[in-house]
């Protein structure tokens, strides 16, 4: 034996031991890591990420049907109480099986139905396994506005596992508005629904027998966040994802009957297309646009652009369609799309049956002539929709001009979308409208200077502000003004030129979403009397996920004073 090893002492060996026992935990640990990570790269079952236990997500298409649901239009102000669950849900809305996000196991989420004047408390609990928001679209928020529902500029996302509750009062407005998710592209995937407001004073109330919903919308077979980041890659030559179908109200088909007159409520909650609907052999009346009551104008086609709403009266001619009822169209302008999917069809049909009409006969029922078809991206004229109680735009006090454009400036050379030299990236768990309360003082303060990703303008007084938007892009955009309406003043091709440029101030239309024309401009005017934060952005949710976002900072003083509360 050598006679160095019979000298080492009896706790060397012990160590001895114990480093080679280190050294073996620590070589499985690193082996373990190693497989986990691999399993992870690897493409993993949905069936560990999504339910799926249900597959009838429909909801019942009478809750779409207002006249069904016995609700009592008045001035006496109640409080409408809902309480909702987001998930993640396998489905399959058109036959094709794909993750949705689900409110309450339902796509469309439920129906938010109220009278002005009412309260209106909803309870949101994320059961998803990421954050969250719902914003209340056409809403004014006046003296709530960190309950508008804005990832990144009103409030943080509702964490995983927990709740947030909504409450605010609606006030001074009625009509046809929706709620959706303002987080990431989650609403893409399924968390929409509509969102009713009456009122005594509404005055059509006395057209129509019946009182029916019908959302169109473009859907995908893949889930929002793949399409996201591939449109926000350099794959995509910064070509935008083109639906693979379209749905009424979230059915590839769908069949409703109504009484002789009845009136529908037009909403678009897509995230890309613009459809024109229509009725064969039937005009359509308008009456309503974004909240906005309208004197009665027909049309044969009602186009609708992204997140827009409008209401038309119906008078069904029985005479007319064989006896077996109509096609209702809802036609996707792929015009506007910059590739072709040659799985889509653009064309979305619903059936319209009155009574004493075939239950199960297909209508023969014949499609408006093509002259009645427009190939732009288009809302309806500007001077064809006069609002039913007039107002003249008032005389601008400031003017603020913006121009929109996408670039590839970027050194990942990623087309991104710039309202003037910004892009808009959230700020999760800083929004700006956190930052504007707390300021660098503890209060507001005018001077305070926002991240270089966030484009505010500060309007500190009640003032009328002229808003001019020069498109420089080659598409379209449907922009959405949060808390407010505005005055549509004027819209054309080309860029804005004061003082040559048409301006139309007396009893101009007015709404909340407009869409702008492709290398064209707008001009609209609000006034600044609703303090908070508020977003205006491009809903065409592949644009807003690329940076079409700024934000207007109104009345900061009296920001400061109200009292905001983060309830998770």
């Given at each position: ?408 400036i970027t050194r990942d050379r990623v087309n991104m979308g710039y309202v003037n030299k910004t892009s808009w990236r959230p ?142």
């Amino acid at each position: 034996m050598t006679p160095w090893l019979d000298s080492r002492k009896p706790e060397y060996k012990y160590r001895r031991v114990l480093v080679i026992t280190s050294v073996l935990a620590i070589t499985t640990l690193i082996l373990s890591l190693t497989l986990l990570i691999i399993d992870r790269l690897r493409p993993q079952d949905s069936s560990s990420l999504w339910d799926h236990s249900s597959y009838d997500i429909k909801d019942d298409p009478w809750e779409y049907n207002l006249s069904k649901n016995n609700f009592t239009i008045s001035r006496v102000p109640a409080t409408r109480y809902y309480e909702w669950t987001i998930s993640q849900q396998v489905t399959a809305p058109d036959g094709f099986e794909r993750p949705m996000l689900l409110v309450n196991g339902k796509f469309p989420g439920p129906l938010v139905e109220a009278n002005a004047g009412d309260r209106i408390v909803v309870k949101v609990t994320n059961d998803m396994v990421n954050g969250t928001a719902i914003h209340w679209h056409g809403m004014f928020q006046n003296g709530t506005n960190w309950m508008d529902g804005t990832t990144g500029v009103t409030q943080c996302p509702i964490p995983p596992g927990q709740s947030f509750t909504y409450n605010f009062t609606v006030a001074n407005q009625w009509g046809t508005y929706w709620w959706h998710a303002h987080a990431a592209s989650q609403y893409v995937d399924g968390i929409v629904g509509p969102l009713i407001i009456h009122s005594p004073d509404e005055p059509h109330l006395d057209k129509y027998d019946q009182d029916l919903i019908m959302m169109v919308s473009d859907h995908y077979h893949t889930d929002s966040a793949s399409l996201v980041a591939w449109y926000l890659s350099t794959a995509s030559e910064g070509v935008e994802p083109v639906p693979d179908n379209g749905l009424i109200n979230g059915r590839n088909s769908f069949d409703c009957s109504l009484a002789t007159e009845a009136l529908i409520r037009i909403i678009n909650t897509g995230s890309f297309a613009d459809f024109k609907v229509s009725v064969d052999e039937h005009e359509l009346e308008v009456i309503e646009a974004d909240g906005v009551d309208m004197v009665p104008v027909k049309v044969e086609r009602v186009p609708i652009h992204v997140a827009q709403r409008y209401s038309v009266l119906l008078v069904a001619d029985q005479s007319k369609g064989g006896g077996e009822g109509f096609w209702i169209r809802a036609e996707m302008n792929t015009n506007c799309f910059n590739v072709e999917n040659p799985a889509l069809d653009p064309s979305v049909k619903a059936i319209l049956r009155t009574s004493g009409m075939a239950p199960q006969e297909i209508p023969t029922s014949k499609d408006w002539e093509e002259s009645a078809w427009s190939p732009h991206c288009d809302d309806l004229k500007t001077e064809m929709l006069k609002p039913f109680f007039a107002r003249v735009a008032p005389q601008a006090d400031i003017q603020v001009v913006l121009e929109m454009s996408f670039q590839t400036i970027t050194r990942d050379r990623v087309n991104m979308g710039y309202v003037n030299k910004t892009s808009w990236r959230p700020q999760l768990n800083n929004p700006t409208l956190l930052q504007a309360v707390e300021g660098d003082g503890g209060g507001v303060n005018s001077a305070i200077v926002f991240d270089e990703s966030q484009l505010v303008v500060t309007l500190e007084t009640i003032q009328t502000v002229e808003l001019v938007v020069n498109n420089l892009d080659e598409g379209a955009h449907p922009f959405h003004l949060h808390g407010h309406i505005f005055f549509v003043v004027a819209t054309g091709d080309g860029s804005y030129m004061p003082g040559r440029s048409e301006l139309r101030t007396e009893n101009p239309l007015r709404r909340d979403t407009v869409t702008i024309p492709p290398y064209g401009y707008v001009v609209l005017r609000f006034v600044s009397d609703n303090p908070g934060l508020w977003a205006f952005h491009c809903h065409i949710d592949w644009h807003m996920a690329a940076g079409l976002m700024m934000q207007f900072l109104t009345l900061p003083s009296q920001v400061k004073v109200r009292k905001y509360r983060w309830d998770f």
